[in-house]
């Protein structure tokens, strides 16, 4: 005679015990140091493009109590607000608090994830504009991965401009294909119109490994190189809008140029011409 397992009870198995956990469902290595994976979506999360929310894991127990508290990290999201499950891209640390156990998780792991969505890289931020650039360092990539997903990106500007900037080519790898993906992205084409990717200009750089385009992008701006490479001129406030995410030290000198070129800092609340979020880092 087959057994009927109770509905309940084949349930219970799949209760995840981790709080606020959700499931990974792919995981990919890009190089030794970065990597990105996606997971399930809470049915509640709802979002903005270029947000970000806290994620993590258990930590170790505390050798006296015997208690484990979740370690938590701010990591922008990079799935766009649509889609079904949720990606992110990280660096892996190897004596990293974070990035040292987060690195080694597999499809049906468990991470958890805080659903409270924050940042300043929305469209919200911005008033409207003609061109908008994003400006990235290493990992700083991953908003702007959602963002370059999101049709109002498409429907709010007339170019769209990505810079790249990383220490090594295969850094760049992940930029790459989620841009080249974007030619046969149905929603996106259906949405926005066939052609609407030749709306971006792709701009990737290294410092520190030969490439077709080597520096730093201040400096390429700084010299007038990238808007030469680029076909655009110098930024003004009455016709570009960026959005910044890198490291510190790139965030403060990127900061000022925009402020030079006459651009303002802009928030959720008092929309302006420009955006800055750090990169995570563990
Ligand atoms: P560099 O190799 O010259 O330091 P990281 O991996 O350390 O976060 O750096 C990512 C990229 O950001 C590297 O290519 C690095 O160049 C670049 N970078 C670091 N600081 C700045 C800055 N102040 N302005 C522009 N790019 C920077």
């Not at 080249?180 to 701009?203: A, M, P, Q, R, V």
């Not at 510190?248 to 302006?272: C, H, R, T, W």
């Amino acid at each position: 005679m087959t057994e009927i397992r109770p509905v309940t009870e084949a349930k219970a198995v799949k209760v995840p015990h981790l709080p606020d956990a959700q499931t990974v469902t792919e995981v990919k290595h890009w190089t030794d140091r970065l990597f990105s994976f996606r997971c399930t979506r809470p049915a509640s999360l709802r979002f903005r493009s270029g947000e970000f929310v806290m994620i993590g894991l258990m930590g170790d127990p505390d050798p006296k109590t015997g208690k484990q508290k979740p370690l938590l990290r701010a990591y922008s999201i990079a799935s766009p607000s649509w889609d079904e499950e949720l990606e992110f891209y990280s660096i892996k640390v190897q004596d990293g608090p974070l990035t040292s156990k987060l690195q080694h998780i597999q499809v049906g792991d468990e991470v958890i994830l805080r659903p409270k969505p924050v940042g300043t890289l929305v469209h919200d931020a911005l008033l409207p504009g003609h061109r908008l650039w994003f400006f990235a360092t290493g990992t700083g990539f991953a908003p702007f991965a959602s963002l370059l997903r999101e049709p109002q990106t498409y429907q709010d500007y007339d170019e769209v401009i990505i810079t790249h900037t990383c220490r090594e080519v295969g850094e760049l790898q992940y930029g790459r294909e989620l841009i080249e993906s974007l030619k046969t992205d149905e929603l996106l084409n259906e949405l926005i119109g066939e052609g609407f990717w030749k709306k971006i200009k792709y701009y990737p750089t290294t410092t520190r490994e030969e490439s077709p385009k080597m520096g730093r992008i201040t400096d390429l701006m700084r010299s007038g190189e990238a808007f030469e490479d680029l076909g655009v001129p110098p930024l003004t406030k009455e016709c570009d809008r960026a959005m910044v995410c890198g490291n510190l030290a790139f965030n403060l000198e990127i900061k000022q140029m925009l402020e030079d070129y006459g651009l303002v800092e802009g928030a959720n609340s008092s929309p302006q011409h420009y955006v800055v979020e750090k990169a995570f880092l563990d």
